[in-house]
C-alpha cells in the first residue's frame, strides 16, 4: 500500500473513483456505505494539484483505491456551499480559538473503495493530508452531511469535533474541526 500526492498522470484513475462513488450516480442500496457530494472536473483535479499540492491518493499496486482532497478557501471559494462556510467562518471557533481563512483549511472530501473500507486505508489518507497541510495551517475544517452517517462515524473516530451544526440549500450539516498538530491514532504510516 502506498500513499502520496498526486500527479497529474493520477487525475483519470482519481475520476473513475469518484464517479463510482458520486451522489449521482453511486446505487440508492450503496449510499448507507457513504458517497461524496461535489463532482470535481479534470481541471479542479488539476488545479488542487498544481496550485494547492492537496490531493492525496492511496495506491494498493498501481490502482486508485482512495483519495483526500484538501485546499485553501480560495481554492473552494468557486462553490456557493464552501462561499457559505467562509461567510460563517468568523461565526466559528475550535478549542477556543477563532477560525478564518488564514488559520484554517478545508479538508475532503475523501472517497475510499468500498472494499478497503474499515481498513487502514482511510486514517493513513487522512494523516498524510494532514501532515502536508500542517505545513501551512494549525486547524482543519469540514463538514459532513448529516445523512451520511458512515462518514461521520468515520470520521468521529479520528477525533475530529463539532463545531457546529448547520443548514445550506435544504440540507443539514455538521461543520467539524481538528487540530492539525495532532498524529491520528491507529494511523500506520
Not at 100 to 113: A, F
Request: proline share 5%.
Amino acid at each position: 500500500m502506498e500513499f502520496r500526492l498526486a500527479d497529474l498522470q493520477d487525475i483519470p484513475r482519481v475520476e473513475e473513483i469518484q464517479q463510482r462513488y458520486h451522489v449521482s450516480t453511486i446505487a440508492d442500496e450503496d449510499k448507507p456505505d457513504g458517497f461524496v457530494t461535489t463532482l470535481f472536473t479534470s481541471d479542479q483535479f488539476r488545479s488542487l494539484i498544481e496550485d494547492e499540492n492537496g490531493l492525496v491518493i492511496a495506491l494498493d499496486d498501481d490502482k486508485v483505491i482512495g483519495y483526500a482532497m484538501a485546499a485553501s478557501w480560495d481554492y473552494w471559494s468557486q462553490w456557493p456551499l464552501f462561499r457559505f462556510m467562509i461567510d460563517d467562518l468568523p461565526h466559528m471557533s475550535f478549542r477556543g480559538t477563532p477560525l478564518n481563512t488564514e488559520n484554517s483549511y478545508q479538508y475532503g472530501p475523501i472517497c475510499v473503495e468500498k472494499a478497503y473500507r474499515s481498513t487502514r486505508v482511510f486514517p493513513n489518507l487522512f494523516e498524510f493530508s494532514r501532515r502536508e497541510m500542517n505545513k501551512r495551517y494549525p486547524f482543519l475544517v469540514t463538514f459532513i452531511n448529516r445523512v451520511n452517517g458512515r462518514s461521520f462515524r468515520a470520521h468521529e473516530k479520528l477525533a475530529l469535533e463539532i463545531i457546529k451544526p448547520f443548514e445550506f440549500n435544504g440540507n443539514n450539516y455538521y461543520a467539524l474541526g481538528y487540530d492539525t498538530a495532532v498524529p491520528v491514532a491507529g494511523a500506520g504510516m
